[in-house]
């Protein structure tokens, strides 16, 4: 069985900073393309920012030069940091990925979200 485990959400202040963390387990061979999205309520899911094999990354417009998006292959993992967040921030944050199990079948795998939470 393989999953992701999303951990670091929370309650921050704005302007404040959360990392977050996406652990993957199981029966993985490799790790292709990962993922952060976010659900505000209310509003559809939407794409926070992107991490290929290769190591190129995306970060989306609203979210440049405060969000980074990083992966440490070795223990995959995937990290989100988050810096001056706003309330509008405030979302679940989901983490995806693409994945080669050992038994060769490729999957996507959906995290079960943490809840980050921008207020005073």
């Known amino acids: 069985q393989v999953q992701l485990v999303e951990s670091g959400g929370g309650l921050v202040q704005p302007g404040g900073s959360l990392r977050l963390s996406c652990a993957a387990s199981g029966s993985i061979y490799s790790i292709n393309h990962m993922g952060w999205y976010r659900q505000a309520p209310g509003k559809e899911r939407e794409l926070v920012a992107t991490?290929?094999?290769?190591?190129?990354?995306n970060i989306a417009d609203s979210m440049k030069g405060r969000f980074t998006i990083s992966r440490d292959n070795a223990k995959n993992t995937l990290y989100l940091q988050m810096n001056s967040l706003k309330p509008e921030d405030t979302a679940v944050y989901y983490c995806?990925?693409?994945?080669?199990?050992?038994?060769?079948?490729?999957?996507?795998?959906w995290g079960q979200g943490t809840l980050v939470t921008v207020s005073s």
């Open positions: 995806k990925a693409h994945l080669v199990l050992t038994s060769g079948r490729y999957l996507e795998v």
């Open positions: 991490s290929a094999v290769g190591g190129r990354t």
